[in-house]
């Protein structure tokens, strides 16, 4: 982002071929002042060249400046009209396509025009071709723009073409910006990070971005430009983190206790892996410190990160304090509280679910035992954060898939906690892996555990894509799978028929596979409309046998451990998302027989294709998340565009990972040796990020 070294800011309808109505548009887009338009990096470059030259670029776009000679309108439909055009070094005949009433209008004989279009070779004719695709008229000033051999063509949005601004026209409307006010440019970063770093000066870069020498300059600056992007977001980052360790005083956990002997030498059913202990030890060190922890767990589908929430809070209850469970929606409250439940019911610690329509007597319990202490553990959803709800002495919080709630709802559970000036230990918990480079994006001010290792009973779910024709073997199936003792999921993308869209719904097939299709087994069926608890009393049907099929929507998600479910139907694949499709497939496969999954789908496009694909080729989660990092793009990895942190004008976190890394290493070892940024050579660092990221600051308080 552009800063400037005085304040010189003048309004964009000052500039040549803007005006009040255009500027209205700009506005719309969020460009405001001059200084804006810095940031609309160019998507494309055009060749500057002499008509004597045309032969050098056959099949390239390029910009040519020329008089008009003749012009000869079209005699038949469907016919270009022909623009006979000289720039001295040679003749040129212009293809213009489309209305040749307006052609008329638009091109006058006699007058210079710049025009930018597809160098082609007519071979019935033996010439150079030139197919026009925009143009403007020439004006003074344009030789200043011609002066560079590469002329930038930027991105078009529907609010300037509203205005009648095109794409060369928007080129001048920039030139004229960075001609104005590029002598005010000032750096925004010291020295020595640009040298460490082989960054070219911020100046330099964009300028050669705009306007490159050559097309080897443009790759360099764009480095250049996205180091600087992510060197400011991981400057928050590590402002963040700072602040939680020298200024925030946590809760020593010192005593392991007897509970947690218990839990691991008796209780468990199972042997932790080797990446679940060392976890653990992370957790266990963290919680030792005087400083408050911050730590996101990851891990694929069914590693076992709830057994590692566990350990944590016991080791909090051992030390007297209350811990809080918040999760997203009800159902996964459900079924968390359930889980919690089996484990600390036989440690004599008191769990209770704190979630919207409880009945008022049994809520005002749940609220004085929480006041007053006696429930040690505290499951809920955003319920938790609600006026009324006080905690005695809560001392530890872990946030189930954080990324569905916001940055206030998560302050304010931990206002909630603060008991004589202490802070909780926070551990984050996400349903899927998270790409590295999101992971640093957006919980980079936090320490990461990654679990990446399953269980080593598990067998590895077998994928398969199945047509439309193939459903009575899938059906076929079903029923031998059934036959064993089995059970299955069979999950549909909609609850209801629907005329908008053209797919098959949960509750009209659950009516067909009853009635006609299986109606010998026991079915049963969810869907988000149906109150938690309905949803939950069939789940618990279908957990306890008493149903063979369960037919749901995306509903069962998360959360839904049943081991006995060895098959899941997904219609309709092609869809859901990729990291939806595996969290979907991970509840089958937690029993020790073989699980499977079949991907119903017809008419794929690429892109679903490749993520059914990729569901067949793997079944790990974190090479899942990068192909689905690189289908959706960052801002919509979560299913929400709900991060500003992620929208980059020039980083691209695909792509851009070394250089990340090295942005996240030079913004932590600055805030190392300069906390306050109080250096005179850090003084540019300090200037620009409270001129651009001072809305930025509120967050390093709440986060």
Request: hydrophobic share 40%; proline share 3%; with cysteine.
């Amino acid at each position: 982002m552009l800063a400037l070294a005085k304040e010189k800011i003048s309004e964009i309808a000052y500039l040549k071929s803007v005006g009040p109505k255009r500027a209205e548009a700009f506005e719309k887009l969020g460009f405001h002042k001059i200084t804006d338009l810095f940031n609309v990096y160019p998507r494309d470059y055009l060749f500057n060249t002499k008509i004597d030259k045309l032969s050098q670029y056959i099949d390239k776009n390029v910009v040519i400046c020329a008089e008009i000679m003749d012009k000869q309108m079209p005699r038949r439909p469907n016919h270009p009209t022909r623009l006979l055009v000289s720039d001295g070094t040679g003749r040129l005949a212009v293809l213009i396509w489309g209305n040749a009433f307006y052609r008329e209008k638009q091109f006058l004989v006699g007058n210079k025009y710049l025009f930018w279009g597809k160098v082609g070779f007519n071979n019935f004719e033996g010439i150079v071709q030139f197919d026009l695709r925009d143009h403007k008229k020439y004006e003074a000033g344009d030789d200043e723009l011609l002066k560079y051999p590469y002329i930038p063509i930027y991105i078009l949005s529907q609010e300037l073409k509203k205005t009648w601004i095109r794409p060369l026209i928007l080129t001048k409307i920039i030139f004229n910006a960075i001609r104005k006010c590029s002598s005010d440019i000032h750096e925004n970063l010291s020295p020595e990070i640009r040298d460490e770093n082989g960054l070219l000066e911020h100046k330099k870069a964009l300028l050669r971005l705009h306007f490159p020498i050559n097309l080897e300059d443009v790759e360099m600056s764009r480095q250049t430009l996205a180091f600087e992007e992510l060197f400011y977001l991981q400057l928050i980052m590590a402002l963040k983190k700072r602040k939680v360790e020298n200024q925030e005083t946590g809760i020593v956990f010192e005593k392991t206790g007897v509970r947690v002997e218990k839990l691991f030498h008796e209780l468990l059913a199972f042997e932790l892996t080797d990446a679940q202990k060392r976890v653990i030890r992370e957790i266990r060190a963290d919680m030792k410190k005087p400083k408050p922890m911050n730590r996101l767990l990851q891990g694929d589908v069914g590693s076992g990160k709830t057994i590692v929430a566990v350990f944590a809070m016991l080791v909090a209850i051992e030390n007297g304090y209350q811990c809080a469970f918040m999760c997203p929606t009800e159902i996964l409250a459900e079924q968390h509280y359930k889980v919690l439940k089996s484990y600390f019911d036989k440690l004599d610690v008191n769990v209770v679910q704190l979630v919207g329509g409880q009945k008022k007597k049994m809520r005002e319990q749940i609220l004085q035992d929480i006041r007053l202490g006696k429930a040690n553990v505290i499951v809920g959803t955003h319920a938790l954060i609600q006026e009324g709800v006080e905690f005695k002495n809560l001392g530890f919080i872990v946030i189930d898939e954080q990324h569905k709630f916001g940055v206030m709802q998560r302050a304010r559970l931990r206002e909630k906690s603060s008991q004589n000036g202490l802070n909780p230990d926070v551990l984050v918990m996400t349903a899927t892996p998270i790409p590295r480079t999101l992971s640093l994006t957006v919980y980079g001010d936090l320490d990461v555990s990654v679990i990446d290792e399953l269980p080593k009973n598990r067998k590895e779910i077998k994928t398969v894509i199945r047509r439309e024709s193939n459903r009575e073997d899938v059906y076929s199936f079903v029923r031998d799978e059934v036959k064993k003792r089995r059970q299955v999921y069979i999950v549909y993308p909609i609850i209801d028929e629907s005329e908008k869209l053209d797919l098959k719904s949960a509750k009209a097939n659950y009516e067909i596979l009853k009635k006609d299709v299986f109606p010998d087994l026991r079915l049963g069926l969810v869907h988000g409309r149906l109150f938690w608890y309905e949803i939950d009393d069939t789940i618990e049907d279908f957990k306890n046998g008493k149903l063979d099929i369960l037919v749901t929507t995306t509903v069962i998600e998360v959360g839904i451990d049943i081991p006995n479910a060895s098959l899941m139907i997904i219609e309709e694949a092609q869809r859901f998302g990729l990291s939806q499709l595996h969290q979907l497939r991970g509840r089958v496969g937690r029993g020790t027989e073989q699980s499977y999954c079949i991907l119903l789908a017809d008419r794929l496009d690429d892109t679903s294709r490749l993520r059914l694909d990729t569901m067949v080729e793997t079944t790990d989660g974190f090479k899942i998340s990068n192909v689905d990092l690189q289908i959706r793009g960052p801002g919509e990895f979560f299913g929400t565009r709900q991060s500003g942190e992620l929208k980059f004008t020039a980083a691209d976190l695909i792509k851009d990972a070394q250089l990340l890394d090295k942005a996240r290493h030079s913004a932590f070892k600055l805030i190392d040796e300069d906390t306050q940024l109080r250096k005179p050579e850090h003084e540019c660092i300090r200037e620009h990020f409270f001129k651009v990221y001072k809305d930025s600051l509120g967050l390093i308080d709440v986060g």
